[in-house]
């Protein structure tokens, strides 16, 4: 069955720092890739998606390249906020079913 | 604007009792979603909808049913809620056709169930 596999958290980096949150994907045919983001207290957004193989999907300063080659979609923003403390999910889509990443915490110190 | 409401933000139940979780949405979706978020779990998917009264089981549906009698509705029901049943849920909903629909969610009910 599909499955991801994002890095574990929590991870916690200074303001103006670089991220990257690893993902990992096995899944059967072409499926979807999508980072969302959770903020404290509130649902799911979705933060950005790439649909074939070498798109980038970007947003807020976030970016995540879709390789197929490595099957990886790892999310990547140069220089993060305080406001960008949130949970992170990895998901792919098969059809029209999601499935999820554990999430990764990360908390943005000033 | 985009809408996925649930009836409940916080919801205290104690065992043994018949629970009921609502989702509305307002963006014409045929397909709703049920999910429960769990620390180091995820969010793992209890069952969906692709339209008015069809259902089918996602990866964990035991303990839980679902009634969809309008498109818009989608409930989430506990015929006798457990202690393992404690856990954040939240509701999704999508269009059903385009292989990237974006599936919209709503902000989650927290149920501890005692």
């Known amino acids: 069955g599909n499955s991801v596999t994002q890095m574990e958290g929590p991870v916690t980096l200074s303001e103006e720092a670089f991220l990257t949150i690893n993902c990992t994907y096995t899944?059967?045919?072409?499926?979807?890739l999508f980072w969302y983001v959770q903020y404290p207290g509130e649902g799911l957004q979705l933060l950005l998606k790439?649909?074939?193989?070498?798109d980038k999907g970007s947003n807020k300063g976030f970016e995540a390249t879709y390789r197929k080659e490595t099957t990886s979609f790892h999310l990547e923003k140069g220089s993060v906020q305080v406001s960008d403390s949130a949970v992170y999910f990895c998901?792919?889509?098969?059809?029209?079913?999601?499935?999820f990443g554990k999430g990764t915490l990360l908390t943005v110190n000033p | 604007d985009v809408k996925v409401t649930q009836s409940s933000r916080y919801l205290v139940k104690r065992t043994g009792e018949k629970v009921f979780l609502e989702c509305v949405q307002d963006?014409?979706?045929?397909?709703m979603f049920w999910y429960r978020q769990d620390p180091g779990l995820g969010l793992r998917l209890i069952y969906f909808?692709?339209?008015?009264?069809?259902?089918e089981k996602g990866d964990i549906p035991e303990g839980y049913s679902v009634s969809r009698e309008k498109k818009e509705r989608f409930s989430l029901i506990l015929e006798s809620a457990s202690t393992n049943q404690t856990s954040m849920y939240l509701c999704?909903?999508?269009?059903?056709?385009?292989?990237?629909?974006?599936?919209?969610f709503g902000p989650g009910t927290r149920l501890t169930v005692l």
């Open positions: 899944a059967t045919g072409y499926p979807s």
């Open positions: 909808s692709y339209d008015v009264k069809m259902k």
């Open positions: 998901a792919l889509r098969s059809n029209y079913k999601l499935t």
């Open positions: 999704a909903s999508s269009f059903h056709r385009g292989r990237d629909n974006e599936q919209f």
């Open positions: 963006m014409d979706h045929e397909n």
């Open positions: 790439a649909t074939k193989a070498d």
